[in-house]
Structures are given as structure tokens and as C-alpha cells.
């Protein structure tokens, strides 16, 4: 079967390791791509055009949506952040599952664009673990820190969109369970009429 | 977490080699368990009453349904089967997933009366295939294996209810492939609720 790659979001407070996890995926298995956002904001240090970001201009950012060369986009704070539509639809062309990190705004539209995209979603295992990921780091301020505590306890009112929950206690068992969740999209009975009607035909014609 | 075990039915067709897949699964896992239906029909040489079904009469199934100690039940030709509710109840609480080898019609009504019931359903590659094996096996006439052709045919009509299509074309894959899409179903968002809450107060209290 030559079957179309599957469409998978990623979301997840931060600190639940969704950078590791996304790292240790693609390095085990080859049949991912993971999609690069573009974004006006500037890069940060250590971070590298194309492979953090697209970083593009104001009017560079326009010109895309204008030209429908986006699949989502989304605001925060001043800068625009979204999913170029033509690496997705080659990927998934050649069969690649192409996963999209992105956040919840960005995640409910496209669920709703396409509705069998698979929307994952990272936890820690439970919230004290999350608050001592952010504090162990040792590179945010106590300030920038609270304010990701409260921001996730907003992302939490909208985690019952997404199609599942990940516990993410160890990595390796992690990046495990997310391989089998978004291999077994493509036994789903919506991603498999076509084999379906070819069964019927055949039974058929016997 | 201390999750109830999840409810899964399992058919497909007939030579889709459903029977060597269950036993397969029930020795490499130990977290499942496997309902037997109560019928009325009479036993076949080598069958155990208890292991293949729990044989009983017309009388005593009937006392069955009236006392509601059966979660689904039909009627083939002139045989009633039905699933146990005591055995299927106990087993979810214990935490074990429970499979249930039944057809589509009682597929169905489990469905409605437990929505977050997993419906697999079991295929071979392809219909010749399926012919192969139902011809292969020499204990069937003919008559018999045109029959069983025919019903497949009819069984194809109502695979669209099914949440997974699995294609058994290698016994051991398959198994691994039935083990991960059921244990994938203890991190649907719906099975996580609990968690979801926890997490929310821990938040909100930190």
C-alpha cells in the first residue's frame, strides 16, 4: 500500500521534554519529518534558520498567508508564528508522517481543517515534576518560570481536544508509545477504504 | 493510576485467523483477558464447555437475559450467544483489558452501551488469501467455503463501524500491532480525565 503519511500534532506544557522526545523520534526512526514553523520573531542564540525556524520578515510572513502558502497561523504577543503548506504535502506525498510542533491555537485549527490529523499531547507526570524540569534547567528567571506555571495551567483548559495524553516519566519508553500511536493511524478504518473497497471488489469477483 | 481495564471487541473474517491470534496474544500478555460467551448451541467435537463457550439451554439463557446478566446478546439461525456481564465486569476492575471475540451485530450494541469500546477488526492481506486459508485448512466442503465466502462478503458491509482495520499477514506483527493499538487506548484523552484533573489542581496550588 502506498498510503499518504499521517498528520500528527504535537503540543505539551513546557518543560515535558517535547524537544528531547522530538530529537530521540526522528533520530530512531526514518519515517518522520518534522515540520520547521516559520516565525517573525528573532532568532535566539544557538538557533539556526531552518532548523529551529524559518525566521522571515513582517512581509515576508504576509506574503505567505496572502498566498495561502501556510496551513495555520497564529499570533502571540507581537510575533506570527505558522506551518508552510508545501514541505507538509511533500512529505506526506512520499508516505513521511510529518509531525508539527506547535500549540493549541495552531492545533485546533488544524484538526479542524483536517480532521484526521492525530493531536498528541505531552505531560510530565504531574505538576510538581513540570515545575522542577523549568527550575533545574537554571535558565529562566523565578519571574519567567511562574509565568510558564501559569501558562500551563492555561493550556491545561484545552487538553481535552487533543486525541490523547503522553506521560512523559522516561524518554525512551515515551518516544516508544508515541511511534506506535501514530503507526496505528494508519490501520484507523478512515485511512483504510481504500483497502476496504478492494477487499469488497475482490470477494466479489471470486 | 489505577485505570479500569479497557473494553475491546474483536472480529473479522472468518479464516482471518482471529482463533491463533487470540492465543497468541493471551501467552505473550498477561494483562488481558478473553470473555467466553454463553450459547445455546450445541457443542463440537473437541470443544470445552467454559473455554470455547459456556454451553447452556434455551431456559437457561433465556433466565440470563431476563436477569440482565448478559452485557449484549444475538441470535444466529436458531442459536442465541451472549457475553457475561459478572466475568467482563470483574476483569475491567481487576485493570485487565478485556477482549471480546464477537460479530458485528454484537459489535455494535457494545458500542452503543459502551461508547469507548476499541473495535478491532482482523483481515487478511487480500481475498484470495482469505480463500487460500478457508481452503487450506481441508476440514471444510465446498458448500461450506462458498458460504463462508459469501458471508464475508456481507461482513465487509459493516467494517466502516470498526475503529481499526488490522491486516494479519504475519501472526507475530499482528499480535504486537493488537498489543500496542489496545494499550494506546489507556492514553486516549477520555481514559485520562482523572488525570487531566489532578494535574489542573496541582497546578492551580503550586
Known amino acids: 500500500m502506498n498510503q499518504q503519511g499521517i498528520l500528527v500534532v504535537i503540543s505539551g506544557f ?3 521534554g517535547k524537544g528531547t522526545l522530538m530529537r530521540a523520534l ?15 520573531r528573532q532568532p535566539r542564540a544557538g538557533e539556526v534558520d531552518g532548523r529551529e525556524y524559518f525566521f522571515v520578515s513582517q512581509e515576508h510572513f504576509k506574503s505567505m498567508v496572502e498566498n495561502e502558502a501556510l496551513i ?3 499570533q502571540y ?8 503548506k508545501d514541505y507538509v504535502e511533500k512529505q506526506r506525498s512520499a508516505g ?5 510542533e506547535i500549540e493549541i491555537q495552531g492545533a485546533l485549527k488544524i484538526k479542524k481543517k483536517f480532521p484526521d ?33 501559569k501558562r500551563a495551567a492555561e493550556e491545561a483548559v484545552g487538553i481535552e481536544a487533543y486525541d490523547y495524553i503522553i506521560i512523559n516519566d522516561n524518554i525512551d519508553d515515551c518516544v516508544e508509545e508515541l511511534h506506535h500511536l501514530i503507526q496505528a493511524q494508519h490501520s484507523k478504518t478512515s485511512n483504510r477504504l481504500d483497502f476496504i473497497n478492494e477487499v469488497r471488489n475482490e470477494l466479489n469477483q471470486l
Open 26 to 40: 526522528m533520530e530512531k526512526y526514518d519515517k518522520y519529518a518534522l515540520s520547521v514553523s516559520a516565525t517573525t
Open 72 to 74: 495555520e497561523y497564529a
Open 14 to 16: 513546557s518543560g515535558a
Open 117 to 149: 490529523t492525530l493531536l498528541l499531547f505531552i505531560t510530565p507526570p504531574n505538576a510538581k515534576e513540570l515545575k522542577r524540569r523549568l527550575v533545574s534547567r537554571g535558565t529562566e528567571s523565578p519571574d519567567v518560570i511562574e509565568a510558564r506555571l
Open 96 to 100: 513521511k508522517d510529518v509531525i508539527l
Open 77 to 84: 504577543v507581537d510575533n506570527y508564528y505558522g506551518t508552510p
